[in-house]
C-alpha cells in the first residue's frame, strides 16, 4: 500500500476522524492534566500510568508497567512507575510517540487552578497542558485514529508515558534505554511531544553542565567574625566573578544552529541555587515582637554551596565549559586569602542533532505541510530533553521532538495550549507515522 498524495481519501478522511475526536482529545488532555504529577518528588505516577495504560489496553495494546528501581527518587513512597504500550500489525518498522508524565511544581500566580483542566477561550489550563501532557493525549488519539482508519498497517506503533524529564530523566527514559526499550530492533523512529509548536521540528539541544561548587571556611562566634572566615564571603566573590566576567564572555559565543527562543544561541549559565551556614530556617515575631519560630545560632557561616546550570553550544567542548569554572576557582585560590573550594558534578549531556535527511524529520516536514499547507521550520531546544537518552544510551538518531504548545509557556503560570493546536498535532503525527511504518521517503 502506497503512501496518500495530496487529495488521497484516506488522507482525508483520517485526517477528519481527528477534527471529529476534538472533544475527546480534549478530555484526555484534560484527565491528565487533573493528575498532579508533580516532581520532585514524584506525586502520583502510577495513576498517570495507568490512566494511560488502560486505555490502550481497551484498544488492543499489549501494556506494560515498568518502574525504576533504584534510579534517583525512586523509592517506597514515590516509586518511579513507567508505562509502555504497543501493537503489532506485522513484520516491518516501529514508530515510538514518547512522552513525559511528570510536571514540575505550579508555583504562584495563577488565575485558574492548575490542576483542574479548565477549558476556556479555545485553550487548556493547566499544570502540565502544553509540556507535556497535551501532547501525550494527541499522540494517543493521532495513533488510535490510525488504527481505526483500516489501513492495512505493518510494523508496530509504541505508546510511552515516562517519567522524570523534569529532572533529568534517569527513573523514565534513561533507565528503560539502558535496557533495550529504546533501541532497534525494537524502535525504528521516535517522535516526543514536546511543546514546540505545530509546524516546527525540534532536531535537538544545547548541551547542559550541572555541577555544585562548595566554598569552605572556618566556624566562629557570630559576635566575633573576625575569628572565623566565612565560606558565604568566598562564594559572593566567586559569584561576582561569574557575573562579571564570565557571564559577558558566554554572551559573545554565538552558535549556528537554529535554537529557539533565540536569546538561547549563546552559551548562558543560571546560579540555581546557593545555600550557606544554618540550615534554612522560618522566622517570625508576634505581635509585642517576641520570636515565636526558629531562632538563629550565631556562628560564621564554614561552608556554603552553589548549583550552577550552564548551557553550552555545539561549538563548545565539554571540557571547555568544566575547565573555564576551574580556572576562575583556581584564579581565586591564588589570589583570596584562606580560599578554599570543592566542584561535584551532577550531570552532564553534550548537545543533539537528528540530521534534516533523518526519516523521521522528513516524514514530518511533509505531514506538516499536507497538514498546515505550509513548510515546517527546523529548531533546536534551549534545555535538554529525553532525546539525549534516547541518542546516547539508546543508541537511536532517528529521533525527534514535534508537538503541541509554546515553549515560552513552559513550567509558567496560567500554562496552556490551544485546542487547535492539540488536534493539528494529532493529525501531524498519524500522517508521519503513516509514512513511518510504509517506509516511504517519497509522497
Not at 41 to 56: F, S, T, V
Request: with cysteine; glycine share 10%; charged share 25%.
Amino acid at each position: 500500500m502506497s503512501f496518500p498524495t495530496a487529495d488521497d481519501p484516506r488522507r482525508i478522511a483520517l485526517l477528519e476522524t481527528i477534527e471529529a475526536r476534538e472533544d475527546e482529545l480534549v478530555d484526555l488532555a484534560r484527565a491528565l492534566v487533573r493528575i498532579p504529577t508533580v516532581n520532585p518528588p514524584g506525586e502520583d505516577y502510577r495513576p498517570c500510568a495507568e490512566l494511560i495504560g488502560q486505555r490502550l489496553a481497551r484498544r488492543g495494546f499489549e501494556v506494560s508497567y515498568v518502574r525504576g528501581e533504584g534510579a534517583p527518587g525512586d523509592s517506597d513512597r514515590y516509586p518511579r512507575w513507567n508505562v509502555i504500550a504497543r501493537k503489532t500489525f506485522g513484520p516491518g518498522p516501529c514508530v515510538h510517540f514518547n512522552g513525559h508524565i511528570d510536571v514540575v511544581l505550579p508555583g504562584e500566580g495563577w488565575t485558574v487552578d492548575p490542576f483542574a483542566g479548565v477549558v476556556k477561550d479555545g485553550r487548556l489550563y493547566g499544570r502540565g497542558s502544553s509540556d507535556m501532557k497535551g501532547g501525550i493525549a494527541a499522540a494517543i488519539i493521532a495513533a488510535e485514529a490510525l488504527i481505526d482508519a483500516g489501513l492495512g498497517l505493518p510494523g508496530a506503533i509504541e505508546i510511552s508515558g515516562t517519567v522524570d524529564e523534569e529532572s533529568g530523566g534517569y527513573g523514565g527514559v534513561a533507565y528503560l534505554a539502558e535496557r533495550g526499550w529504546f533501541s532497534q530492533p525494537r524502535v525504528d523512529h521516535v517522535i516526543i511531544p514536546e511543546p514546540l509548536g505545530v509546524d516546527r521540528i525540534c532536531l535537538g539541544h544545547r548541551g547542559v553542565w550541572w555541577a555544585e561548587v562548595e566554598t569552605r571556611g572556618r566556624i566562629a562566634h557570630g559576635s566575633m567574625p573576625f575569628l572565623g572566615d566565612s565560606a558565604i564571603l568566598h562564594m559572593s566573590a566567586f559569584l561576582r566573578r561569574i557575573e562579571d566576567e564570565l557571564m559577558p564572555r558566554l554572551a559573545q559565543r554565538r552558535t549556528s544552529e537554529p535554537v529557539e527562543p533565540p536569546g538561547a544561541r549563546v552559551s548562558t549559565l543560571n546560579v540555581n541555587s546557593v545555600h550557606g551556614g544554618q540550615v534554612e530556617q522560618r522566622y517570625a515575631q508576634n505581635s509585642a515582637g517576641e520570636p515565636i519560630a526558629d531562632l538563629p545560632a550565631p556562628v560564621v557561616a564554614h561552608r556554603c554551596t552553589a548549583v550552577l546550570d550552564r548551557r553550552f553550544i555545539a561549538e563548545e567542548s565539554l571540557q571547555e565549559v568544566k575547565q573555564e569554572i576551574i580556572d576562575m576557582l583556581d584564579e581565586l585560590q591564588r589570589t583570596r586569602p584562606g580560599f578554599n573550594y570543592g566542584v561535584r558534578e551532577i550531570m552532564s549531556f553534550v548537545p543533539s542533532a537528528t540530521p534534516r535527511e533523518a526519516p523521521v524529520v522528513q516524514a514530518t516536514a511533509r505531514a506538516i505541510a499536507r497538514v498546515l499547507g505550509r513548510e515546517p521550520s527546523y529548531i533546536a531546544s534551549p534545555g535538554t530533553y529525553d532525546q539525549k537518552h534516547i541518542v546516547r544510551t539508546g543508541g537511536l538518531r532517528d529521533c525527534i521532538a514535534y508537538g503541541p504548545g509554546i515553549l515560552d509557556l513552559a513550567h509558567q503560570p496560567d500554562e496552556y495550549v490551544g485546542v487547535d493546536d492539540l488536534v493539528h498535532s494529532a493529525q501531524v503525527m498519524a500522517v508521519a507515522a503513516w509514512q513511518l511504518l510504509h517506509g516511504q521517503s517519497q509522497v
